[in-house]
């Protein structure tokens, strides 16, 4: 059986590379080179899989890789940021600055949507609290909740969407965010920055189903004894 070839774009500083799957937002890894990162990506397809079946897509059994661009990363890829401080600009791949069609940003907002509706189920299973590190850190559940929401109302600043961040038990406020989000990101685009200084809706989807899925599957990690 042949494999699916995946484009890739690589992000790549001085001891990390952040591999990132473009057709497939949130399907990204990193690694301490670009070997390292490719096989923790591979690693992770079948973990990815649940999100494609959840936006009711068809996810190859069998990959393989296409780097077709390596972009530059800064001191935030250690840790699989966005860079957020000059002189390290946003690294955002050429590919997501291309026209995105109406059919692409539907199949773009859906598995968006696919990894919020994963992180609520892996959420709504997982113990207050969660197994520790190894050195006895880690956030638990109510913490880990708060943290993406955190994170996801700074985001959707990038697309000019202005909210207070909401709590964790309020899912009215929560829904209204993310429809607010996915009402940018699926919405067809030149490829442009939404906002001056802001994101292209491609790169929003990959930075916002990246983390969300990050935390997800660390939850799942850290619940298991």
Not at 70 to 88: D, L, M, Q, S
């Amino acid at each position: 059986m042949s494999s699916h070839r995946i484009p890739v774009c690589l992000e790549v500083a001085s001891k990390t590379t952040f591999a990132s799957a473009l057709e497939w937002p949130g399907w990204c890894r990193g690694g301490g080179d670009e070997g390292a990162a490719l096989e923790a990506l591979a690693s992770y397809a079948e973990r990815y899989a649940p999100v494609a079946e959840q936006a009711g897509l068809s996810f190859p059994p069998r990959v393989a890789f296409d780097i077709v661009e390596r972009v530059p990363g800064g001191p935030a890829t250690a840790f699989a940021a966005p860079e957020c401080r000059r002189p390290f600009p946003q690294i955002t791949a050429e590919a997501e600055r291309a026209n995105v069609t109406p059919a692409a940003s539907r199949r773009v907002v859906g598995l968006v949507t696919a990894a919020w509706a994963i992180f609520d189920k892996v959420a709504a299973a997982s113990p207050a609290e969660l197994r520790k590190g190894p050195r006895g850190g880690g956030r638990n559940r109510d913490e880990t909740i708060d943290h993406v929401i955190r994170a996801e109302t700074t985001y959707a600043r990038k697309l000019g969407v202005k909210f207070r961040q909401p709590a964790i038990d309020d899912i009215a406020a929560i829904g209204e965010l993310r429809e607010a989000i996915a009402a940018v990101v699926g919405a067809p685009s030149d490829g442009s920055p939404v906002v001056p200084n802001g994101w292209t809706t491609r790169y929003a989807a990959r930075r916002i189903a990246w983390h969300v899925l990050e935390h997800a599957w660390e939850m799942q990690d850290r619940a298991e004894s």
